[in-house]
């Protein structure tokens, strides 16, 4: 059924049990390929050099280290496992790799790290529920 599935994390407590949901997912629906993105807002252009680097670099490292700990935490899975750390807005980021790796099924936490977040989901997953080629499953 879910031959392609999409893992969104952000390091929050909900991306964590994001993640062990879709590990048991994976285990039981064999997909051909799991794909664990972490996406991260820009830097702003108008902190200049040599601060901008810096913080580029911090931020990078920051989303390196979620990506580290999701990928231990899924374990062995029966399939190809990806990863991808993406530079942008991250709902817009995570819809353009459902889209573009062809996923047929995101799963992401309801609220993450993110500065604002909406009554009953987080800002980033509304968006990804609003616009997603495929199912998302929302995990609290």
């Keep these: 059924m879910f031959e392609r599935i999409l893992l969104a994390v952000d390091g929050s407590e909900h991306a964590l049990h994001a993640t062990r949901k879709a590990a048991e997912l994976a285990r039981l629906m064999k997909p051909v390929e799991f794909r ?3 996406a991260y807002d820009p830097i702003p252009l108008y902190l200049g050099e040599p601060n901008m680097q810096i913080a580029i670099t911090n931020r990078k ?3 390196e280290e979620v990506l ?4 231990k935490e899924v374990g062995s899975l029966p399939c190809e496992i990806h990863t991808e750390l993406l530079e942008g807005d991250p709902a817009s980021a995570i819809l353009e790799v459902a889209t573009v790796r062809k996923s047929d099924v995101i799963v992401m936490g309801s609220r993450g790290l993110g500065r604002l977040a909406g009554l009953l989901l987080g800002s980033t997953s509304q968006k990804v529920v609003s616009h997603a080629p495929c199912p998302v499953l929302i995990v609290r």
Excluded at 68 to 71: D, F, G, P, R, Y
């Design 36 to 38: 664990i993105v972490v």
């Design 68 to 71: 580290n700990m999701a990928v």
């Design 61 to 63: 490292g920051e989303a």
